[in-house]
């Protein structure tokens, strides 16, 4: 479509253009992803056989030295005077096989079974005066850990290993050519050339230990029945059978619905989200622009007033209008009154009353904050702007549609996403205020946990594992699997499509 045809359409077909143009501009892009595969393999390919090239090369072409490499890492660089970068490759094969033997290959070789027995205790001798005597056994989740844990070291090893020969191989080729290497060289270059990995390692071990590692663990636990019980120190693998418990609905008697129970938490976490990111964005947007309207007097006692909401800790407000929701509470009466629900009722017995005043709520304790982002935003948007558009005769409504809306969006969208993704895992404002009532009527397994119609996935993975003594980590893990899923799904198409981040050079 031409700029003359598109500027002859009306509002809301400019919008409905805009909005198609958005969508199929994720769709090319998913197809300029799917064109790109062959030459990507290709690229993969390569990078995948360069490590054996390398590692051919060394042992063919290399010193005895060199060759040492392949069973003791480091071995060339201590004899060659890197006497620091060869202990550190020979401390961490020192400190693999110690693991390994200790710890590793003892759990890798029950992952198949995750245990077989649990701990017991027996009397030796007779009842009566015998001893009794605790006997070890397996437990499961120690062994998946472990085991996990053992994996990354192999992996670490295997990475360690390579560049051990590497740098063995290029030692030689550097004393070949009269290059010859001191102890010091690899000092200066790690403070100098390569002090940026000094300074990424600490926090990238933090990452990979509190981060990458409880991540992959989640999505094991997903394929087992793990169901957190005390005296339950084995569990099995399931495959996916939490998968399909959670998408496949009914059963053919009616006695299962717990596919159906997903699919409306699913459901309501997305509109949830989105409804509660762009009330408080729109609203606070509005309360900063009245705010900062010329002609408005005590200006900073509306944003004084506006701020204290944000000084008192959000739980607490929370708690309070819970008591005031309550059944006999201050608001509950005067919903009785005006006939909005039945007496001796709660307003969160009813599903659209409860999931409406969860969203009014939200809007109390969020508001406050966008309005500050906002107002130093408005701020900062060129005066001479809104003069020209005066000077032509713009409306109030058009200036706001033209310039500070566009404005707003082109430095705050990654903001409103960030926002949007904090919504999907707003557990605060739905386990305090409503605990998720009302429940879900039918024959929901209580392992399940007591899900009601306005939980969030979030909060019905904190009833499935610590609420009951019923409990099931498994399928909490794959509801986390999922959050993680969609969150990622939407941050990496919204984001990277925004113009925030395509246009950012725009913004000068």
């Known amino acids: 479509m031409t700029t003359i045809r598109y500027l002859s359409l009306s509002k809301p077909e400019r919008a409905l253009v805009s909005i198609g143009r958005f969508f199929k501009g994720i769709g090319i892009g998913i197809a300029h992803f799917f ?81 077989t027995f649990s701990p017991t205790s027996q009397y030796i001798g007779d009842v009566a005066e015998g001893t009794l005597v605790s006997i070890a056994g397996d437990s499961s989740f120690t062994i998946l850990l472990y085991s996990l844990v053992t994996i990354l070291f192999i992996i670490i090893l295997v990475v360690l290993w390579y560049f051990s020969i590497r740098d063995a191989k290029s030692l030689q080729d550097n004393i070949a050519i009269g290059k010859n290497s001191k102890n010091t060289d690899f000092l200066k270059e ?69 596919g159906e129970v997903f699919w409306q938490v699913l459901g309501w976490t997305l509109l949830w989200a989105l409804i509660a990111t762009f009330t408080n964005y729109f609203l606070g947007m509005i309360v900063a622009l009245l705010i900062n309207k010329k002609g408005i007097k005590l200006k900073k006692l509306w944003r004084t007033i506006l701020i204290l909401t944000i000084a008192v800790p959000q739980f607490v407000s929370l708690l309070l209008i819970n008591r005031m929701l309550t059944p006999g509470g201050f608001l509950t ?4 009154q005006w006939n909005w629900i039945p007496a001796n009722t709660s307003p969160f017995d009813s599903v659209i009353l409860a999931r409406a005043l969860i969203i ?22 060129p005066e001479d702007l809104y003069e020209s558009a005066r000077i032509d005769g713009a409306s109030t409504f058009k200036m706001y549609t033209s310039i500070t809306l566009p404005y707003m969006l082109f430095i705050t969208l990654p903001y ?45 993975i904190y009833k499935m594992s610590m609420e009951g003594d019923d409990k099931s980590y498994a399928v909490a893990c794959v509801l986390g699997i999922l959050i993680f899923l ?9 984001y990277g499509r925004s113009s925030s981040v395509k246009n950012e050079e725009d913004f000068q």
């Not at 392949?70 to 005077?81: E, K, V």
């Not at 009014?360 to 948007?381: Q, R």
């Not at 949007?420 to 399940?448: D, W």
Request: with cysteine; net charge positive.
């Open 35 to 115: 064109k790109k595969i062959p030459s990507a393999m290709l690229k993969v390919g390569y990078a995948i056989s360069k490590p054996f090239r390398t590692l051919f090369d060394a042992f063919k072409n290399g010193t005895w030295f060199t060759r040492l490499n392949f069973l003791f890492m480091g071995f060339s660089q201590l004899l060659h005077h890197e006497i620091f970068r060869g202990i550190l490759y020979l401390a961490y094969e020192g400190v693999f096989i110690w693991f390994l033997i200790k710890i590793g290959i003892s759990n890798l070789s029950k992952l198949g079974t995750l245990g």
């Open 190 to 258: 790690l403070v100098d050339k390569k002090y940026h990995k000094l300074l990424l390692a600490i926090p990238l071990v933090g990452l990979v230990a509190f981060t990458v590692i409880p991540i992959i663990f989640m999505i094991i636990v997903g394929f087992t029945n793990y169901d957190g019980r005390a005296h339950a120190d084995l569990f099995d693998w399931v495959g996916f059978d939490n998968y399909h418990n959670l998408f496949a609905g009914f059963t053919s008697n009616g006695s299962n619905i717990i």
């Open 333 to 336: 009466r005067l919903f009785v």
């Open 360 to 381: 009014i709520v939200n809007m109390w304790v969020g508001v406050p904050y966008t309005m500050l982002i906002c107002s130093g935003i408005l701020m900062n948007i």
């Open 416 to 460: 409103l996403i960030s926002q949007f993704v904090g919504n999907i895992n707003n557990f605060n404002i739905i386990y305090l205020l409503s605990a998720g009532a009302p429940k879900f009527k039918g024959n929901i397994p209580t392992f399940y946990g007591e899900v009601g119609q306005t939980d969030l996935l979030i909060t019905w």
């Open 486 to 494: 969609v969150i990622a799904v939407i941050s990496l198409i919204f």
